[in-house]
């Protein structure tokens, strides 16, 4: 494709139930990343992922959320019993390879009632 | 744990001016600085810097890096309206995943 593309846009849920978010990654890249921004915030890491290698989860903040992505190509995340606190957007960046350039999704907006 | 701050938090200049955001890191075995655009959700890409004192150009912006002061500065010259938006400033170390560390951004509004 010709960019990152995310899904959905924006996702207005209750405290308590599970999400999914989707990110689809420019073709050909190997590297993905997932970030999430609060109001007012800069991003902050939660997950990466480098071919079939193990993933890096240090950026995720419980075991609420996780993250899964078959091969190079599409990665969901998953956060599961939402809180109110994790109302935010939700970016996902591919790159061609681990040090390459990052290019972010346009982002889906979470928010938790 | 890696730090990057930004300055000003917010900015409104009139269309036509100049402005320079500035960005300060601490980071454990530095790799490159990156600058970014952020007008809706959608970060783009501006910049990568990874060597001190070779100025990146594009246009109207550019950009350059100090390791000896671990900053940077973006400067925007002839502002425009369209150049209104939160400018991102993130370092990357040499760690396993390369993953990014964000300042908070500086909101640059520019007005007629």
């Known amino acids: 494709g010709a960019g990152v593309s995310q899904s959905p846009s924006n996702k207005v849920t209750e405290k308590g139930k599970d999400v999914e978010l989707r990110c689809d990654p420019i073709?050909?890249?190997?590297?993905l990343y997932w970030y999430r921004q609060r109001l007012g915030q800069g991003l902050e890491f939660l997950i990466y992922?480098?071919?079939?290698?193990?993933?890096?989860k240090s950026g995720l903040p419980s075991d609420r959320f996780s993250a899964e992505r078959t091969g190079e190509s599409v990665s969901t995340l998953t956060i599961q019993r939402t809180q109110q606190e994790d109302s935010a957007v939700y970016l996902c960046?591919?790159?061609?390879?681990?040090?390459?350039?990052?290019?972010f999704g346009p982002g889906t907006r979470l928010t938790v009632l | 744990e890696d730090k990057v701050v930004q300055s000003p938090l917010s900015l409104v200049v009139h269309e036509g001016d100049t402005v320079t955001l500035n960005c300060s890191y601490e980071?454990?075995?530095?790799?490159?600085l990156l600058w970014y655009k952020q007008e809706k959700k959608a970060p783009t890409f501006l910049f990568m810097l990874?060597?001190?004192?070779i100025e990146k150009k594009s246009g109207r912006l550019s950009s350059i890096l100090d390791k000896k002061e671990l900053s940077s500065i973006l400067n925007i010259t002839a502002t425009q309206t369209g150049d209104s938006a939160i400018y991102l400033c993130?370092?990357?170390?040499?760690?396993?995943?390369?993953?990014?560390?964000f300042g908070t951004g500086t909101r640059l509004q520019v007005t007629l």
């Open positions: 990874t060597s001190s004192g």
């Open positions: 992922f480098q071919g079939n290698s193990a993933p890096d």
């Open positions: 993130a370092v990357r170390n040499t760690g396993t995943a390369s993953k990014l560390t």
């Open positions: 980071v454990t075995n530095f790799r490159s």
């Open positions: 960046a591919s790159a061609r390879e681990r040090a390459d350039t990052q290019y």
């Open positions: 073709s050909g890249h190997t590297a």
